[in-house]
C-alpha cells in the first residue's frame, strides 16, 4: 500500500480520462460519417451506406495513385531532411566566426510561416519570372518548367520542403551532440580512427534515438504535408504533386462530399499509424541507444 | 394669478406643440434608419467591384446606420466557406457572394432567402431595370427573385494590334487562324515573344479558357438530358487544338499558370495575344501597371463551327444573396440593393479598375466610356454572345469542373492523350451526376 502515489493519480487521470473520451468521441463519430453519404450540395438527405465508401476507395485509382505520392514523398523528403541535418548538425558543432549568428538563422525556415513559404518558392520556382531559372540562365541553362512539368512538379515542391523542415532536425541533433561526452571522441581520435570512422563508429550510434525521433516526427509531418502543395501546384500539374491528403481535401470542399473525403482520411491515419509502428519497433528498438 | 395661468398656459402649449414636433421628427428619423445599430456580416470575393464596395462603406453605414463587417476571400475558397455555414445553419454570413453556377444548388437546398418582399418594402436603392437582363436572369427562380448581380464578366480574345501589324498578321477569326498567327510570331520574333499565352493551371483556371474552344467547336459539357459530354469528337478536338497551340507557341510554366500569371505576362509584353476575361482589359489599359497601354486590341472569340451549342465567350456573373438563416434580412437586403445600386456602381468606376459593372447607366457613363472605351464595344459584343451555362450550373458543378481540369491538365502536360483523358473525365462526370 503506496499512499504517496495515489495522491498523484488524482491528478492526471480525470485529464486523461477526459482526452479518452474526447477522442474516442471523435473517431466514432468519424466512423459514422463514413458509413453514411453526407454531402454539402445534396438535397437527397443523409442514408446509411455501409461499406460502399470503403469499396469505392478501393477501387478509386486516382486515391491509389495520390497514397503512391504520398509514400513517396515521405520517404524522400523524411531521408533527406535527416541526413543534411545530421550533417549540418555535426557542421555547426565545430566552432567557428559567426556560429551563434548562424545558429539563429537557421531556423528562420522552420518559424516562418507555411504560406509566405509556399508563396516565396512558387515565385522562386516561377518559369517566366523566377530567380531560379534566372541564375540559371546566367549559367547558360534554358529555363526550367519548375511547377508546369509533372516530371518535376514534385520534386520541386520536395526542394521547398526540404529547405523548411531540415532546421528541425538540425535542432534535434544539435541538442543530443551537445551532450556526447567529449572524451570518448578525443579518445577515438587519438587512438587513430579517422574522422569518418570517428563519425560512423561513436557519433551517430549516440545520436540513434534522436535520428528515430526525428524521422519519425518528419514522417508524420509529411504525410499531413499540405500547405506547400496547395500553394505551389494545387496537386497540378496532371495530378502529378496530388498526395493522399490533398485528395481528400479536394474531395472535401471542391466536391463537397464529406463522407468520401472522411473514409480517404481514414485511411490515410491506418496506414500511416500502420506504417509508423513498424517504423519505430525496426529503427528504435527496445534496450539500445 | 391670472398670469401664471397665462404663462403656464403658453408654456403648456408650447411644450405640447414641441413634443408633437419632436414625436413626429423623431418618428420620421426612425423610418429613415429603421435598422440603424444593426452589424451585419458579408462574405465576398477578391475582385476590383469588392475593393470598391469595401472603400464606400462608411457612405453606407452613414445612410442607413447598420455596420458592415466585409470577410474578403480568393474566390476558390469562398463556395466551400459559405457551403459549411449554410450546411450547417449557423447563421455565420447575411450576405454572400456567389457565381451564378451555384444558385440552382443554392436554391434547391433553401440556403438563400427571396427577395421580392423586401425590394417592394424598402426599394430604396433597387432599380430592377437598370440592371443588364442577362444577369438577372440566372437569379430568378421559378418567378422569385434570388440575388442580384454586382459584376459580369465574359472573355475575349486580346493581341498586340502593334505586332500584328509589324508581321502582317490579320485579326484572327477561328481557332486555325489563332494558331497560325501564333506561329508567326514566335518565328518573327525568334522566341522572344510567345505566341498566345492562356491559362493552364489544373483546376477552374485552365477550364475556364478551355471552355472556350470547347463551345467554340461545337461541343458542350452536358447534353440535352444532363450527362455529360466530354467524351465527343468535338470535345477531344478542341482539348487537341488547345494544348497543341499552348505547348508549341506557349510561355514555359503554361501549366501552373492561373489568372494572375497569364494577365502579368500579357501586361508585360511577353505575349502576342491572350484569351481571357474582359477584366483584363481595365489592366492593360491602366498605365500604372501596364507598358502596352494604346497597343491592344480586342476580338471576339472565335467560333469554328456550324452547329455551335452555346457561344464560345464565357458570361460569369457573380451575385449577391441574402442566407436563409440571416436574422437580419431586412438589412442583408439593404446591402445587396446599395452595392448593386447605379451609385455605387458608377462610384466605383472613379475608385478601381471595375469594368465589369452590371448597371445599364453605369455602363453608358462618362467615366465607363473615358476608362475602358478602348474595349468597350468588344465587351459588350461579348458580353451579349456570352454563354452562361459555359460551365455547367448543376449542383455538382464544382466536381465537374475539377475533373475537366484533371483532363486539360494532363493533356496540357503531354502525360495522356486527349481521348483516353477526355473519356476518363467523362466517366468520372457521369458517376458524379448519378450519385
Given at each position: 500500500?503506496?499512499?504517496?502515489?495515489?495522491?498523484?493519480?488524482?491528478?492526471?487521470?480525470?485529464?486523461?480520462?477526459?482526452?479518452?473520451?474526447?477522442?474516442?468521441?471523435?473517431?466514432?463519430?468519424?466512423?459514422?460519417?463514413?458509413?453514411?453519404?453526407?454531402?454539402?450540395?445534396?438535397?437527397?438527405?443523409t442514408?446509411?451506406?455501409?461499406?460502399?465508401?470503403f469499396?469505392r476507395?478501393?477501387?478509386?485509382?486516382?486515391?491509389?495513385?495520390?497514397?503512391?505520392?504520398?509514400a513517396l514523398?515521405?520517404?524522400?523528403?523524411?531521408?533527406?531532411?535527416?541526413a543534411?541535418?545530421?550533417?549540418?548538425?555535426?557542421?555547426?558543432?565545430?566552432?567557428?566566426?559567426?556560429?551563434?549568428?548562424?545558429?539563429?538563422?537557421?531556423?528562420?525556415?522552420?518559424?516562418?510561416?507555411?504560406?509566405?513559404?509556399?508563396?516565396?518558392?512558387?515565385?522562386?520556382?516561377?518559369?517566366q519570372?523566377?530567380?531560379?531559372?534566372?541564375?540559371?540562365?546566367?549559367?547558360?541553362?534554358?529555363?526550367?518548367?519548375?511547377?508546369?512539368?509533372?516530371?518535376?512538379?514534385?520534386?520541386?515542391?520536395?526542394?521547398?520542403?526540404?529547405?523548411?523542415w531540415?532546421?528541425?532536425?538540425?535542432?534535434?541533433?544539435?541538442?543530443?551532440?551537445?551532450?556526447?561526452?567529449?572524451?570518448?571522441?578525443?579518445?577515438?581520435?587519438?587512438?587513430?580512427?579517422?574522422?569518418?570512422?570517428?563519425?560512423?563508429?561513436?557519433?551517430l550510434?549516440?545520436?540513434?534515438?534522436?535520428?528515430?525521433?526525428?524521422?519519425?516526427?518528419?514522417?508524420?509531418?509529411?504525410?499531413?504535408?499540405?500547405?506547400?502543395?496547395?500553394?505551389?501546384t494545387k496537386?497540378?500539374?496532371?495530378?502529378?504533386?496530388e498526395?493522399?491528403?490533398?485528395?481528400?481535401y479536394?474531395?472535401?470542399?471542391?466536391?463537397?462530399?464529406?463522407?468520401?473525403?472522411?473514409?480517404?482520411?481514414?485511411?490515410?491515419?491506418?496506414?500511416?499509424?500502420?506504417a509508423?509502428?513498424?517504423?519505430?519497433?525496426?529503427?528504435?528498438?527496445?534496450?539500445?541507444? | 394669478?391670472?398670469?401664471?395661468?397665462?404663462?403656464?398656459?403658453?408654456?403648456?402649449?408650447?411644450?405640447?406643440?414641441?413634443?408633437?414636433?419632436a414625436?413626429?421628427t423623431?418618428?420620421?428619423?426612425?423610418?429613415?434608419?429603421?435598422?440603424?445599430?444593426?452589424?451585419?456580416?458579408?462574405?465576398?470575393?477578391?475582385?476590383?467591384?469588392?475593393?470598391?464596395?469595401?472603400?464606400?462603406?462608411?457612405?453606407?453605414?452613414?445612410?442607413?446606420?447598420?455596420?458592415?463587417?466585409?470577410?474578403?476571400?480568393?474566390?476558390?475558397?469562398?463556395?466551400p466557406?459559405?457551403?459549411?455555414?449554410?450546411?450547417?445553419?449557423?447563421?455565420?454570413?447575411d450576405?454572400?457572394?456567389?457565381?451564378?453556377?451555384?444558385?440552382?444548388g443554392f436554391?434547391?437546398?433553401?440556403?438563400?432567402?427571396?427577395?421580392?418582399?423586401?425590394?417592394?418594402?424598402?426599394?430604396?436603392?433597387?432599380?430592377?431595370?437598370?440592371?443588364v437582363?442577362?444577369?438577372?436572369?440566372?437569379n430568378?427562380?421559378?418567378g422569385?427573385?434570388?440575388?442580384?448581380?454586382?459584376?459580369?464578366?465574359?472573355?475575349?480574345?486580346?493581341?498586340?494590334k502593334?505586332?500584328f501589324?509589324?508581321?502582317?498578321i490579320?485579326?484572327?477569326?477561328?481557332?486555325?487562324?489563332?494558331?497560325?498567327?501564333?506561329?508567326?510570331?514566335?518565328?518573327?520574333?525568334?522566341?522572344?515573344v510567345?505566341?498566345?499565352?492562356?491559362?493552364?493551371?489544373?483546376?477552374?483556371?485552365?477550364?475556364?479558357?478551355?471552355?472556350?474552344?470547347?463551345?467554340?467547336?461545337g461541343?458542350?459539357?452536358?447534353?440535352?438530358?444532363?450527362?455529360?459530354?466530354?467524351?465527343?469528337?468535338?470535345?477531344?478536338?478542341?482539348?487537341?487544338?488547345f494544348?497543341?497551340?499552348?505547348?508549341?507557341?506557349?510561355?514555359?510554366?503554361?501549366?501552373?499558370?492561373?489568372w494572375?500569371?497569364?494577365?502579368?505576362?500579357?501586361?508585360?509584353?511577353?505575349?502576342?495575344m491572350?484569351?481571357?476575361?474582359?477584366?483584363?482589359?481595365?489592366?492593360?489599359?491602366?498605365?500604372?501597371?501596364?507598358?502596352?497601354?494604346?497597343?491592344?486590341?480586342?476580338?471576339?472569340?472565335?467560333?469554328?463551327?456550324?452547329?455551335?451549342?452555346?457561344?464560345?465567350?464565357?458570361?460569369?456573373?457573380?451575385?449577391?444573396?441574402?442566407a436563409?438563416?440571416?436574422?437580419?434580412?431586412?438589412?442583408?437586403?439593404?446591402f445587396?440593393?446599395?452595392?448593386?445600386?447605379?451609385?455605387?456602381?458608377i462610384?466605383?468606376?472613379?475608385?478601381?479598375?471595375?469594368?465589369?459593372?452590371?448597371?445599364?447607366?453605369?455602363?453608358?457613363?462618362?467615366?465607363?466610356?473615358?476608362?475602358?472605351?478602348?474595349?468597350?464595344?468588344?465587351?459588350?459584343?461579348?458580353?451579349?454572345?456570352?454563354?452562361?451555362?459555359?460551365?455547367?450550373?448543376?449542383?455538382?458543378?464544382?466536381?465537374?469542373?475539377?475533373?475537366?481540369?484533371?483532363?486539360?491538365?494532363?493533356?496540357?502536360?503531354?502525360?495522356?492523350?486527349?481521348?483516353?483523358?477526355?473519356?476518363?473525365?467523362?466517366d468520372?462526370?457521369?458517376?458524379?451526376?448519378?450519385?
Open positions: 500500500m503506496n499512499i504517496s502515489r495515489n495522491p498523484t493519480r488524482n491528478f492526471y487521470r480525470p485529464i486523461i480520462g477526459f482526452l479518452a473520451v474526447a477522442s474516442g468521441a471523435l473517431l466514432l463519430y468519424a466512423i459514422w460519417l463514413c458509413l453514411h453519404n453526407i454531402s454539402l450540395m445534396s438535397t437527397k438527405g442514408q446509411f451506406v455501409g461499406l460502399s465508401n469499396a476507395l478501393a477501387t478509386d485509382w486516382r486515391g491509389i495513385q495520390a497514397l503512391g505520392r504520398t514523398f515521405v520517404l524522400l523528403a523524411t531521408s533527406i531532411e535527416v543534411l541535418g545530421i550533417a549540418i548538425a555535426m557542421f555547426l558543432d565545430q566552432d567557428f566566426f559567426g556560429k551563434k549568428v548562424v545558429r539563429a538563422v537557421i531556423l528562420v525556415p522552420m518559424i516562418m510561416t507555411p504560406v509566405i513559404a509556399g508563396l516565396t518558392w512558387r515565385f522562386l520556382f516561377n518559369a519570372s523566377g530567380m531560379i531559372n534566372y541564375w540559371l540562365s546566367l549559367a547558360g541553362i534554358s529555363p526550367v518548367d519548375w511547377l508546369g512539368n509533372p516530371n518535376i512538379a514534385i520534386y520541386a515542391v520536395l526542394i521547398a520542403d526540404v529547405w523548411q531540415t532546421p528541425f532536425v538540425v535542432l534535434l541533433a544539435m541538442a543530443t551532440l551537445e551532450t556526447i561526452p567529449k572524451d570518448l571522441v578525443e579518445a577515438a581520435r587519438m587512438d587513430g580512427a579517422s574522422e569518418v570512422r570517428v563519425i560512423w563508429h561513436v557519433i550510434p549516440m545520436l540513434r534515438r534522436t535520428l528515430g525521433v526525428a524521422a519519425l516526427i518528419r514522417a508524420i509531418d509529411s504525410v499531413k504535408a499540405f500547405d506547400l502543395f496547395y500553394i505551389m496537386g497540378g500539374p496532371a495530378l502529378s504533386t498526395t493522399q491528403n490533398l485528395y481528400g479536394t474531395v472535401a470542399f471542391t466536391n463537397f462530399d464529406i463522407s468520401y473525403a472522411m473514409t480517404i482520411a481514414l485511411f490515410l491515419t491506418i496506414v500511416t499509424n500502420v509508423l509502428l513498424a517504423l519505430t519497433r525496426f529503427a528504435m528498438p527496445k534496450g539500445t541507444g | 394669478m391670472f398670469k401664471t395661468c397665462s404663462i403656464s398656459r403658453t408654456v403648456f402649449a408650447s411644450v405640447a406643440v414641441f413634443t408633437a414636433i414625436a413626429t423623431s418618428a420620421v428619423f426612425a423610418q429613415e434608419k429603421p435598422f440603424t445599430g444593426q452589424r451585419l456580416s458579408v462574405l465576398m470575393v477578391g475582385h476590383p467591384t469588392t475593393d470598391a464596395v469595401r472603400k464606400a462603406l462608411p457612405d453606407f453605414t452613414a445612410k442607413t446606420g447598420i455596420d458592415v463587417d466585409l470577410e474578403v476571400v480568393p474566390e476558390a475558397d469562398s463556395v466557406k459559405m457551403m459549411l455555414e449554410f450546411s450547417a445553419g449557423s447563421g455565420r454570413y450576405v454572400v457572394e456567389a457565381s451564378s453556377i451555384h444558385i440552382q436554391v434547391g437546398a433553401k440556403y438563400i432567402a427571396p427577395l421580392e418582399g423586401f425590394s417592394t418594402k424598402y426599394g430604396e436603392f433597387f432599380d430592377k431595370n437598370d440592371f437582363p442577362t444577369y438577372l436572369k440566372p430568378i427562380v421559378e422569385n427573385l434570388y440575388g442580384l448581380p454586382l459584376f459580369g464578366e465574359s472573355s475575349f480574345l486580346m493581341y498586340r502593334d505586332l501589324e509589324q508581321y502582317g490579320a485579326v484572327p477569326k477561328t481557332f486555325d487562324e489563332i494558331e497560325k498567327a501564333a506561329k508567326t510570331v514566335k518565328e518573327k520574333s525568334n522566341g522572344e510567345v505566341g498566345i499565352t492562356m491559362r493552364g493551371q489544373q483546376g477552374i483556371q485552365g477550364v475556364y479558357i478551355w471552355a472556350s474552344y470547347l463551345w467554340g467547336m461541343g458542350s459539357f452536358l447534353t440535352e438530358d444532363g450527362k455529360s459530354a466530354l467524351d465527343t469528337p468535338e470535345a477531344t478536338k478542341s482539348l487537341e487544338t494544348a497543341h497551340v499552348l505547348r508549341e507557341y506557349g510561355p514555359v510554366g503554361v501549366a501552373n499558370m492561373g494572375e500569371e497569364n494577365r502579368l505576362l500579357f501586361q508585360q509584353g511577353k505575349a502576342a491572350t484569351i481571357d476575361a474582359t477584366v483584363n482589359g481595365a489592366f492593360n489599359e491602366d498605365p500604372a501597371v501596364s507598358t502596352i497601354v494604346g497597343k491592344v486590341g480586342y476580338a471576339p472569340i472565335p467560333v469554328q463551327t456550324t452547329k455551335p451549342k452555346g457561344g464560345s465567350s464565357s458570361l460569369a456573373v457573380f451575385n449577391l444573396h441574402v436563409s438563416d440571416s436574422q437580419q434580412k431586412e438589412a442583408a437586403w439593404l445587396t440593393s446599395w452595392a448593386t445600386s447605379k451609385q455605387q456602381q462610384h466605383s468606376l472613379e475608385t478601381d479598375p471595375n469594368s465589369g459593372v452590371t448597371s445599364l447607366a453605369a455602363m453608358d457613363s462618362k467615366a465607363f466610356n473615358k476608362r475602358y472605351g478602348a474595349f468597350k464595344t468588344a465587351m459588350l459584343a461579348s458580353l451579349s454572345n456570352g454563354n452562361p451555362q459555359y460551365i455547367p450550373t448543376v449542383p455538382q458543378a464544382n466536381e465537374l469542373v475539377n475533373n475537366a481540369g484533371i483532363a486539360v491538365s494532363k493533356v496540357l502536360a503531354g502525360t495522356t492523350s486527349a481521348t483516353d483523358a477526355l473519356k476518363e473525365a467523362n468520372l462526370n457521369n458517376a458524379a451526376l448519378t450519385r
